[in-house]
Every structure is written in C-alpha cells, then in structure tokens.
C-alpha cells in the first residue's frame, strides 16, 4: 500500500529554536494534510495543500508542497513550549480513497 | 464544533474476549474511521465507512470487524481479542467526499490486553 514517510521521528530543540519536519512519497499524492497531537491528547487538524508548489502560513508554522506533489514540510519558526507534541502529515494518492498517515515527528521544546 | 466521541478511554481486556469499541459523532458525518497508533507506526487505518452499512478494509484489517448500523455511530469490534491488538484506538469521522475533508478524532481508546 501507499507509505508516507515522516522524518525525523524525533526533534528535541532549544526554545527559540526552528524545526522541520518532512513528508515523502514515492507516488504522486492528491494532496496532503498535517495534523497535530499534543501529549495525552488526539491529533488535530492544522491544515490541507492541493495544488503544486503550495505554500501557506499560519502564524510561525510554513507548510510547502512540492513541485512534484510528493513531498511536503512543516516549519515552525522560533519554537515555543506550546508547539510541543507530535505533527503527522496525512496524504492521498491519487485515485485510492485512503488518507494514509506519516509516523509523524514527536517535538520536544526545551525551556 | 464537531464531536466524536468514543465510549472508553482506557479499556483492559484478557486474551480471548470479544472487545466492542464504540464510537459516536454528532455532526451528521458521512464518513467515519477506525485507526490504531502504536510507537514509531503512526496511526494505520483498520475500516472505514461511506455510508450506513456500508464498510472498507483499511491497511490492517486483520482481527477486527466494524459495525454501521446507524449514521451516527461506527463500532470495532474484536471478535478473539490477542495481546498484539494492544494499541490506542482513534475513531474519526468526515463530512463527505474523500480527498478534501479533514478528520476530526475522538479522545482514543486505549485497550490493553493480558
């Protein structure tokens, strides 16, 4: 089946710090969504790509689509304690119905 | 806001027993969604469903069963329950469509089995 693989599985940063965390695939996806998980909790919606090259802020996260719609990144700038918890991207492929998950990357911000 | 909620959030089962996983949305929802997460796999989907009694084998169909007999509610049910089915539980449901909507979760179940 499809694989969506997320690296790095594990990020620790000073806070004040910058963090990328990137989705890849080896097929073309229809588009892609990241959500995230804070500890104890459930993932959360942040926000969805369609269309090549995509690229959308949300205050210090930057979300990019690839020009080949296989891969993507989130960047958060200058990291805060509010930011820790897990990011999994989520993506179709083209023509399967199924949202396949990343492993995600578990954020640890360090005061 | 959407709510999705699941019956139990921590559930201990032996070996053997059949396990039911309840699951409840309150927005009219057309899709709903039975994943588990474990460490290092990410969440991997097990049944999905479009529609009232309908239902799709996700990535790991393996060892369970799912039951739509309402719009609102989508059950997992594990028929012989196995110390491998130890896992957290995520229900999710979707307006409609497949390839633009967003997933909203319930809070998890998780089941241990002994």
């Known amino acids: 089946g499809q694989q969506v693989m997320q690296i790095p599985q594990y990020q620790h940063v000073q806070e004040g710090e910058d963090f990328t965390t990137y989705c890849n695939s080896s097929t073309t996806l229809s588009n892609i969504q990241w959500y995230k998980q804070r500890p104890g909790g459930h993932p959360v919606f942040l926000i969805q790509l369609v269309k090549s090259g995509e690229v959308k802020k949300q205050k210090r996260l930057t979300f990019q689509f690839g020009e080949a719609k296989k891969n993507s990144s989130l960047h958060i700038t200058a990291t805060q304690t509010t930011d820790v918890g897990t990011y999994f991207c989520a993506a179709f492929q083209t023509g399967a119905n199924n949202l396949f998950f990343g492993t995600g990357t578990r954020l640890t911000v360090i005061p | 806001d959407v709510k999705v909620t699941q019956s139990s959030r921590y559930l201990v089962k032996r070996t053997g027993e059949k396990v039911f996983l309840e699951c409840v949305q309150d927005?009219?929802?057309?899709?709903m969604f039975w994943y588990r997460q474990d460490p290092g796999l990410g969440l991997r989907l097990i049944y999905f469903?479009?529609?009232?009694?309908?239902?799709e084998k996700g990535d790991i169909p393996e060892g369970y069963s799912v039951s739509r007999e309402k719009k609102e509610r989508f059950s997992l049910i594990l028929e012989s329950a196995s110390t491998n089915q130890t896992s957290m539980y995520l229900c999710a449901s979707s307006f409609t469509g497949w390839t633009n909507e967003k997933l909203f979760f319930g809070s998890g179940t998780q089941l241990s089995v002994l």
């Open positions: 469903s479009y529609d009232v009694k309908m239902k």
């Open positions: 927005m009219d929802h057309e899709n």
